[in-house]
């Protein structure tokens, strides 16, 4: 993903998030919200699609914040479970899909 492919409701929704509701730092939103999907995606190691209403999307939202802040040292700490249950579902998805695939 480059800056150039965030969405406008993507973008909104993470201004939303972190309270701005001025345009001067759009570029440098975007490339939180970058940096924030490339890290959920590094943790889950599967292809993410990021949509409103998926748990991977509330994390990396919650990404942006911690990341606007100055607080991504408090981040993982603070989420750890929930990335481990993103992780943790994405691994029981994953091994479903190829217990199926090599049953059949």
């Known amino acids: 993903m480059r800056t150039e492919d965030i969405s406008t409701e993507l973008l909104t929704d993470v201004k939303d998030k972190l309270y701005v509701s ?10 939180i919200i ?4 490339k890290y959920i995606q590094l943790k ?7 949509t409103p209403d998926s748990e991977e999307y509330e ?3 919650e990404r942006c914040r911690y990341d606007w802040n100055n607080a991504l040292d408090e981040f993982e ?10 992780i943790q579902s994405y691994a ?4 479903r899909d190829n217990n199926v695939e090599s049953t059949n």
């Open 22 to 31: 001025w345009s001067d730092n759009d570029e440098q939103i975007k490339k």
């Open 34 to 37: 970058l940096r924030a999907s």
């Open 44 to 50: 889950i190691t599967q292809e993410l699609s990021f």
């Open 59 to 61: 994390l990396m939202l």
């Open 77 to 86: 700490k603070n989420y750890s479970s929930e990335i481990l249950a993103l």
């Open 92 to 95: 029981l998805k994953d091994w």
